[in-house]
C-alpha cells in the first residue's frame, strides 16, 4: 500500500497544483478557461495513469473506492464557501475550470464526469490485461486527451458546421462543430500508429479502421462536458473489439 499512498499524494498535488497554475495563466496571460479546462482534464487522466506504469501498486476494490473517495474530497473542497475564503482555491476553481457557460452546473459535471471517467478507465485496463493489452488505453487517453482537447478551440476559431448537444441535469443545448469532430477523428488515427508497436499487421489495419470511426462518434453524441467517460468507454471497446477480431481472422 506504500505506493498507492505515493500515488495518491502526488496525484492530490499534482491536482491542486495545475489548475492553480492554470488558473494563474488565465489571470496573466488571458488564456480562455474553455482551453485551461481541457488541459486540467487531461492531467487528470494521464498523470493517474503515468504513476501506474512508474509507481505501480497492487490494485483493489479497497484502492479503487479509497482513490475515488480521496479525489471526491480533493474536489469538495472546491465548493464556494471554501472558494470565498481562499485565494489559492478560487484562482484554481474558478479561473481555470469554471466555464461561464457551464454555471452553477461547473462543480456538479466536472465531478461526475471525472468519477464516471475514472471507474471506466479501471474497467477497459482490467479488460484490455485479459489480452495482455493494457498499454492500448493509451490510445484512448491520446484521443480523449489531444484530439477532444483541440476540438474545442478548433470549433471555436475555424467552426462552420456545427451541430447541437443536450447536456445532462438540465435542459441546456450546447454548440459542437464537424471541425472540432474532425480533431477527434485525426488524432484516432494517430494515436493508433503511435501505439503501433503493440499491434500486429491484423490489428493495426482494423484499429484504423474501427477506432477513429468509434471514438469520433462517441465524441459526437455524448453530452456537453461529459465525453471522457464515453470516449474511454467507446475507445476501450472497440480496441477489445480489434483484439477479438484479429483473433478470429488468425484462427479463420
Not at 25 to 47: A, P, S
Not at 84 to 96: H, N
Not at 109 to 119: E, G, K, N, P, R
Request: aromatic share 14%.
Amino acid at each position: 500500500m506504500n505506493h498507492f499512498w505515493l500515488n495518491e499524494l502526488l496525484k492530490t498535488v499534482v491536482l491542486y497544483g495545475a489548475a492553480y497554475l492554470l488558473g494563474l495563466w488565465v489571470v496573466k496571460r488571458g488564456i480562455r478557461v474553455n482551453y485551461t479546462r481541457k488541459i486540467f482534464h487531461f492531467v487528470l487522466f494521464f498523470f493517474p495513469l503515468f504513476l501506474a506504469d512508474h509507481l505501480p501498486f497492487q490494485a483493489s476494490v479497497t484502492t479503487t473506492l479509497l482513490s475515488g473517495l480521496m479525489f471526491l474530497l480533493c474536489i469538495g473542497t472546491f465548493v464556494q464557501p471554501l472558494r470565498a475564503r481562499s485565494i489559492f482555491l478560487s484562482t484554481a476553481y474558478a479561473v481555470a475550470i469554471d466555464r461561464p457557460e457551464d454555471r452553477p452546473f461547473t462543480l456538479l459535471w466536472v465531478s461526475t464526469q471525472v468519477v464516471a471517467t475514472y471507474l471506466v478507465i479501471v474497467l477497459m485496463v482490467f479488460w484490455l490485461a485479459q489480452y495482455g493489452k493494457q498499454p492500448l488505453i493509451y490510445i484512448a487517453v491520446l484521443v480523449a486527451g489531444i484530439g477532444d482537447g483541440l476540438a474545442e478551440p478548433v470549433g471555436v476559431r475555424f467552426g462552420k458546421r456545427t451541430y447541437r448537444v443536450r447536456a445532462l441535469f438540465t435542459d441546456r443545448s450546447y454548440t459542437r462543430s464537424l471541425e472540432g469532430s474532425a480533431c477527434v477523428f485525426f488524432s484516432g488515427i494517430v494515436a493508433v500508429l503511435i501505439l503501433r508497436p503493440e499491434l500486429t499487421d491484423t490489428q493495426l489495419f482494423l484499429a484504423l479502421g474501427i477506432v477513429p470511426v468509434a471514438m469520433t462518434l462517441a465524441e459526437a453524441y455524448s453530452p456537453h462536458t461529459w465525453d471522457g467517460p464515453f470516449l474511454y468507454l467507446v475507445g476501450g471497446i472497440s480496441l477489445v473489439g480489434v483484439l477479438e477480431l484479429s483473433g478470429m481472422i488468425a484462427s479463420a
